[in-house]
């Protein structure tokens, strides 16, 4: 319903009773203002034009009440400007409706890229950074609008946790590189590339000789205590009280299932990544020519050889019933048709029980290779034996073979003192 013109105004907007059908009122103040009354009584503004082909348009620009009639007015001639430059705002109103949330950015980069390409544990970390951080602060957000500040402003809430707040900023570095790549942001519009990252400490803690005697030590002692509870479990199985009653709490302290134990010592005696033992399945080792094939690991597909002391380990696992009829090596104990899952739990009764509270799992990777760099091997040879991809990764060895350097220099110096005091 078509109204008379003239100048639009709260009062008069507000005082127009609502009918049967859309009242429109025009303002005569900007050609193709509108105000919009509905049967229900809402009232609204709107901007009316033709785009270059003749299409009428009729894009909403706010309620009132939200807007006053002088800021639709205002909003309504920017509209009309981007016309007059033969933009069409109501289609680019429409597109950012419908252009891809944040959420479902991060649904597919999970989808299309992270199971595709990345690590079991990679594919947990993004998940978990993706449900902790990005999905409350921007998931409503339009991919297309993210911008510098947006990140900066996650970025920086995070500071507390440096080494976390830019493994954010990398995992989001990546997922618009892919919107750009797949059309869902213009190209070179990347909000990460001019944040800068906060400072972190390296922390590289590796165990003494004396620490590994403390860590094979408990173990041993761990295995000790499990035959011993095994025996007692089986001598009670005639007995007519049921075993529960008859082991203690105290039979249990300090033991740890003959799984975990041959965890932890894989991962001593072959420098793999946590998952990498973990997930390992028996039909990825072969004991007769000492190899693990893995066939997916954070540098792909890759082949370790395996020392004495690790087919040991191994062939010790595969004479346990329930772990050699399981397809894992570390199987779970309550479902052996799963991998074992929170080694971590395990670690920390371990390392506190040996007084080393302040070693991660992670560190007896670092350990390995800095002991077989003080043994003389060869950064290369290192890189392969800890499935290295890039040179790069293993020079932070090297510094361990200066150290060995170091002791064979004094162990030659002090000899030849040593003779020269004689003469």
């Known amino acids: 319903m078509e109204m ?22 025009h303002d005569t103040e900007v050609k193709g203002f509108q105000a919009k009354i509905t049967p229900a009584g809402r009232r609204s503004y709107q901007v009316y ?42 289609a680019a109103l429409q597109a950012l409706k419908s252009a891809p949330s944040m959420e479902e950015l991060c649904a597919r980069y999970m989808c299309d890229y992270a199971e595709i390409h990345k690590a079991e544990k990679s594919i947990s970390e993004d998940a978990a950074m993706i449900r902790n951080y990005i999905l ?48 869902l942001r213009d190209y070179g519009t990347n909000p990460t590339r001019y944040l800068n990252k906060f400072k972190e400490e390296n922390r590289h803690r590796y165990l003494s000789d004396d620490e590994i005697i403390l860590l094979f030590d408990e173990l041993d002692k761990s295995d000790s205590r499990y035959q011993m509870l095994e025996t007692k479990r089986n001598s009670n199985k005639n007995k007519e009280k049921k075993n529960q009653d008859l082991v203690t709490m105290s039979d249990l302290e300090g033991v740890e299932l003959p799984q975990i134990t041959a965890f932890f010592r894989l991962l001593m005696y072959t420098g793999c990544r946590l998952n990498e033992i973990r997930t390992l399945q028996w039909k990825f080792v072969d004991l ?25 380990c191994l062939e010790g696992l595969s004479g346990i019933k329930y772990i050699r009829e399981s397809d894992w090596v570390i199987p779970s104990k309550s479902d052996p048709e799963e991998a074992f899952v929170n080694v971590q739990k395990a670690w920390r009764r ?63 110096s002090g000899h030849m003192v040593s003779k020269s005091n004689k003469d």
């Open 288 to 312: 007769e020519k000492g190899l693990l094939r893995l066939p997916k690991t954070k540098t792909g597909p890759s082949t370790r050889i395996l020392g004495q002391e690790a087919l040991e």
């Open 4 to 25: 008379p013109k003239f100048k639009l105004t709260k009062t008069a907007v507000e005082s127009q009773t609502p009918q049967a059908k859309d009242i429109i009122l």
């Open 136 to 183: 409350p602060a921007m998931g409503d957000d339009r991919v297309s609008s993210v911008s510098t500040l947006d990140i900066d402003r996650l970025h920086s809430g995070l500071k507390h946790m440096p080494h976390r707040a830019n493994r954010l900023v990398a995992l989001l570095s990546k997922m618009f590189g892919l919107a750009e790549q797949w059309g």
């Open 49 to 90: 034009y033709r785009t270059k082909d003749g299409r009428e348009r009729r894009p909403k620009i706010g309620d009132h009440g939200i807007f006053t009639v002088q800021q639709a007015r205002d909003q309504a001639k920017v509209m009309l400007g981007a016309v007059q430059k033969g933009e069409d705002p109501a």
């Open 350 to 412: 371990i390392r506190a029980r040996c007084g080393l509270q302040d070693v991660r799992i992670h560190d007896i990777r670092h350990t390995v290779g800095a002991t077989a760099t003080g043994l003389g091997l060869s950064l290369p040879m290192i890189g392969k034996l800890l499935g290295h991809s890039q040179a790069s990764t293993t020079q932070r060895y090297a510094h361990a073979a200066d150290e060995a350097l170091k002791e064979a220099a004094s162990l030659v």
